[in-house]
């Protein structure tokens, strides 16, 4: 099951600084919800707080509230590695593990989880870990090869085999296509399509043609002035979004008239 995913007030720190000011957003099960917006106006940030990726870096904070299907995932008896198995992330460059084959990558976050299973099981896990990842056509004769081996289209559908093989009920993808090349991009595009009947997704994107293929729902990210905290100036659905939004930051950001 996937799930919803609603934030409130969401502030974010890192040490005294406030990078991301005062997000509410409503992320709908089973869709892609795209983040947009310039460079620096808090759009990663905010995606690593939705599986507290953010915490991990010293000094960093989040003040205000993200629930899942009524959960606070900054509960105070809320695990934070329950939380990153139920929510997965996909980085921006590919990033299997190199001394690791195919087989052991897609397994690697279950063995983390120390989930052990026989070996007729993950084998079946893996193969539909490929098979959820489009896939497995092309690497199942060479499964002990070392993952680092694929082109980096095909290591991007190996760290989101990867990332599925757990479980997760929400996959965050940070600018997934950015090192990749126009048919590798396709390819993931395509992919997310798929996966989102199985996955609530969220994607961080630079690429508006993107946001515009693959998404619902749509955010548009910005800041005041370098040094100000970045903001979410408004969400709608996609095509709303990018036909007539109701703002006319968004509109000159969309439109290519920006700063």
């Known amino acids: 099951m996937s799930k919803r995913i609603d934030v409130s007030d969401l502030d974010i720190y890192y040490g005294d600084f406030k990078a991301v000011q005062g997000v ?96 007729p099981m993950a084998e079946e896990l893996v193969e539909s870990s490929l098979r959820g990842a489009n896939l497995w056509n092309e690497v199942k004769d060479r499964l002990d ?6 082109s980096g289209g095909q290591q991007q559908r190996l760290c989101i085999a990867r990332a599925i093989a757990v479980s997760p009920q929400v996959l965050l993808m940070d600018e997934p296509c950015s090192a990749l090349d126009p048919i590798s991009t396709l390819a993931i595009e395509d992919l997310i399509h798929q996966l989102k009947e199985d996955f609530t997704i969220v994607i961080v994107t630079h690429n508006m043609q993107q946001a515009s293929r693959v998404s619902d729902r749509t955010g548009f990210f910005n800041l005041e002035a370098t040094g100000q905290p970045g903001q979410l100036v408004e ?12 703002k006319k930051a968004t509109e000159d950001y969309i439109s290519g008239r920006f700063g």
Do not use: W
């Open 24 to 119: 509410t957003m409503a992320i709908e099960p089973r869709s892609v919800t795209a983040l947009i917006g310039p460079s620096g106006c808090g759009k990663s940030t905010f995606l690593r707080t939705l599986n507290r990726m953010h915490e991990v870096i010293p000094g960093a904070r989040v003040e205000g509230k993200a629930v899942m299907d009524g959960v606070d995932i900054y509960g105070k008896d809320v695990d934070p590695v329950e939380v990153r198995r139920q929510i997965g992330m996909v980085f921006q460059r590919p990033n299997p593990f190199p001394t690791m084959s195919i087989r052991e990558n897609v397994l690697a976050g279950v063995k983390l989880n120390n989930r052990r299973m026989p070996k």
């Open 145 to 150: 090869k070392p993952g680092s081996g694929l």
């Open 235 to 246: 969400m709608d659905d996609t095509t709303t979004m990018f036909s007539s939004p109701s």
